[in-house]
């Protein structure tokens, strides 16, 4: 079974400041895939990020980039110089890398935490 | 190119009657998935269709719950009769290659069913 927790409901952060997004997992997958998503008020999911457990180096795309800490279970989401679009819900979650039958390949998601960008 | 589009964006509906979400995918997406996510929890895995085969019905949380998608080309989620407890955003998500390490879900933005 796979857990995803994110500690923070809602968060606030200044434009043009960078902010950190916390993300914590529990899997007994070896290999496992990480991924953010951002939900505007608009609704869509929009994938934003990528890391998987075997990358040697974090991920990075354009102004977001995931802190991942293998040991300590963490895939934190740093998005830098903070945007007034960037104010939205996002949500971290996992998968195993391999498919191994029925329930074991789905994306487990977090609650989600609540970004603010203030101007 | 067109995003995965979901109908309706809401749906209001009296505990016993029938609802039926629709998605289309992107085209050319083999893969079709739905999501739920009930007030205040987390969003969950409800199946996953290959084309046009249910690959993982798993997470379906009882036989009120249909989905089909004929022809492999768009879904429908069928919930009947429907109960309190079904009220929440349904999602669906499309992806263009099942099994690839960083497979990209693509996500719609969702129908906000309110079962009163």
């Known amino acids: 079974a796979q857990k995803i927790t994110q500690t923070q409901p809602g968060m606030f952060v200044q434009e043009k400041e960078a902010v950190t997004l916390d993300c914590t997992y529990d899997?007994?997958?070896?290999?496992?895939?990480l991924f953010w998503y951002k939900q505007p008020s608009s609704g869509e999911m929009i994938f934003l990020i990528y890391?998987?457990?075997?990358?040697?180096q974090n991920a990075t795309e354009g102004r977001y980039s995931l802190n991942f800490q293998k040991a300590r279970k963490s895939a934190n989401l740093v998005i830098s110089a903070s945007q007034l679009g960037d104010s939205a819900m996002y949500f971290c979650a996992m998968r195993p890398v391999e498919y191994s039958g029925a329930g074991s390949y789905q994306l487990t998601f977090g609650k989600g935490t609540k970004l603010s960008v203030i101007p | 190119e067109a995003g995965v589009t979901q109908f309706p964006s809401h749906s209001v509906i009296e505990k016993g009657q029938t609802v039926t979400l629709r998605c289309d995918p992107i085209s050319g997406h083999d893969n079709l998935y739905w999501y739920r996510r009930v007030m205040g929890k987390e969003i969950k895995f409800l199946l996953h269709f290959v084309k046009e085969s249910k690959q993982d019905e798993s997470g379906m949380p009882n036989n009120r719950f249909l989905a089909e998608r004929t022809g492999g080309t768009y879904s429908t989620l069928k919930v009947q009769p429907a109960e309190l407890e079904d009220s929440g955003v349904y999602f669906c998500?499309?992806?263009?290659?099942?099994?690839?390490?960083?497979?990209?879900?693509?996500f719609g933005s969702g129908t906000q069913l309110s079962v009163l």
């Open positions: 890391q998987g457990s075997y990358d040697e």
């Open positions: 998500a499309s992806s263009l290659l099942f099994g690839q390490r960083n497979e990209k879900l693509f």
């Open positions: 899997t007994s997958d070896q290999s496992y895939g």
